[in-house]
């Protein structure tokens, strides 16, 4: 059964990459029908924005819906959003690629939310352990001489075909912005380097992973992820400080400032279930920052988040990995909490609101064939719809969902130096009609 807008009083945001920017279409919409509304708080010496009391009780989401669920409960509005999605964070969000750093979360015993994992740490100073090791052995080998040269080599190597890539990648943008070198010919070497050169956030990305091919690779093989992720963390820490007055809030802290329950979900890889991190949980007391960076944890993309879990105690991981518990997106087993806030298992809640993005496929004119990396978007997306589409028990639970369009958005777009009008504009006329 649809809902009327006084009898909304929780959202729910789907996952789904730079693709939810789309989201701040149907919140223009909320705001002007009156479901959201703000009041002004003093939080220390300045005043902010907070959501209205009694607007709304709860909000949840996965991955990027975890990042605009939190950016509601927290009273920031459409405009607002549009602006810090608009002050480019790939920078931030990409942060660094350092083999050997993992991400946890923040105790007051760390101070920070990330450690050096001593198994993995590469030595700064190689050469010298190296050839001290190889002195001190009592039996030395042609092995052991040679090993030292061999690995330099390889490294040599990894350096030599980034920077060949890096060239491809150079010539193919060329190509793309028709800015032709002298005697260059009308073939295209690479047709499938084109998402490179067309996404700001993916070219970005390489030109990061190219630089430091080496740490890269390592940290994909046994870190599971090229960027620590941490930069991310802090942005979002801000922005819940911005609005509570508490750097490294908890969710217990955030719901008695707030008075919003807010739900964000992450997949733990060590026991195979989703965990949804709440005020009323084992997470009471872990930071709604962390939450969100797990949450986020696009798999390969970024490293995992990493916790030690006894029993109902949540530990950041400070020495050993080889216990830990490994948090990654939650989109990888529920992109779409729809019943984070039912009262009944049979029965979704009824003033629940959801918001999911479709994934058809848009046909673009100005592209001629699907590429390699599109083919990687469509597996990836066709995972989360799946996740999406087992959260409905009955057919009806479909009426109090609103699917959004976000056209050619990439799942990895996180630049946006304009904000996609056309498609945000159709995001707010489907909600508004929504609720005529």
């Known amino acids: 059964m649809k809902l009327s807008k006084d009898k909304v009083n929780y959202l729910i945001f789907e996952g789904g990459g730079g693709k939810g920017v789309t989201y701040i279409g149907a919140l223009e919409a909320l705001e002007e029908l009156g479901i959201l509304r703000f009041t002004e708080k003093n939080i220390g010496e300045k005043v902010v924005t ?10 949840a989401g996965t991955s990027v819906g975890s990042l605009f669920a939190l950016l509601v409960s927290l009273g920031y509005n459409s405009q607002e959003i549009r602006e810090l999605l608009k002050s480019n964070l790939t920078d931030e969000f990409l942060d660094t690629i350092e083999f050997g750093l993992i991400q946890s979360i923040y105790s007051q015993l760390t101070e920070q939310s990330f ?39 390889k490294q040599a190597n990894y350096y030599i075909l980034s920077m060949f890539i890096k060239f491809l990648l150079y010539y193919e943008s060329r190509k793309i912005k028709n800015e032709k070198p002298s005697n260059e010919t009308e073939t295209t ?37 090229f960027f620590l992720g941490n930069g991310a963390r802090e942005v979002i820490d801000r922005l ?18 707030l008075g919003i329950d807010l739900v964000i979900t992450s997949f733990d890889l060590q026991t195979k279930q989703v965990e949804y ?46 216990y830990a518990h490994y948090f990654i997106d939650g989109g990888a087993a529920n992109n779409f909490p729809l ?51 087992l959260q409905f028990k009955k057919k009806e639970e479909q009426e109090q969902v ?13 630049s946006f130096d304009e904000i996609p009008e056309k498609t945000i504009q159709k995001a707010k006329k489907k909600t508004l009609e929504y609720f005529k």
């Open 50 to 59: 907070h959501l209205a009391p009694n607007c709304l009780k709860g909000v």
């Open 339 to 389: 019943h984070v806030f039912d009262d009944r298992e049979d029965k979704l809640n009824p003033y629940v609101l959801g918001f999911t993005l479709s994934y058809k496929r848009q046909y673009n004119p100005f592209i001629e064939e699907i590429t390699f990396f599109e083919y990687l978007e469509d597996v990836f997306l066709s995972v989360l719809k799946q996740t999406t589409n």
């Open 189 to 225: 070497f690479i047709p499938t380097l084109r998402d490179f050169a067309q996404s700001k956030t993916l070219k970005n990305a390489v030109d990061k992973i190219l630089d430091k091919p080496a740490d890269a690779l390592n940290s994909l093989k046994y870190e599971f992820g």
């Open 240 to 257: 819940i400080e911005e609005r509570t007055g508490v750097k490294n809030c908890t969710f217990n802290q955030f719901y008695e400032i």
């Open 277 to 322: 991190l709440r005020k009323d949980s084992k997470w009471k007391n872990l930071c709604v920052a962390d939450a969100v960076r797990m949450s986020i944890s696009i798999p390969l993309v970024f490293k995992p988040v990493v916790i030690n879990m006894k029993d109902e105690f949540i530990l950041p991981i400070t020495d050993d990995v080889s």
């Open 402 to 414: 609103i699917e959004l369009d976000p056209e050619y958005i990439k799942v990895l777009d996180f």
């Open 115 to 153: 450690v050096k994992d001593p198994q993995l740490e590469i030595s700064t100073n190689f050469v010298e352990n190296k050839w001290s090791s190889f002195l001190q052995k009592q039996e030395k080998s042609f092995k052991d001489l040679f090993a030292y040269p061999l690995k330099m080599i």
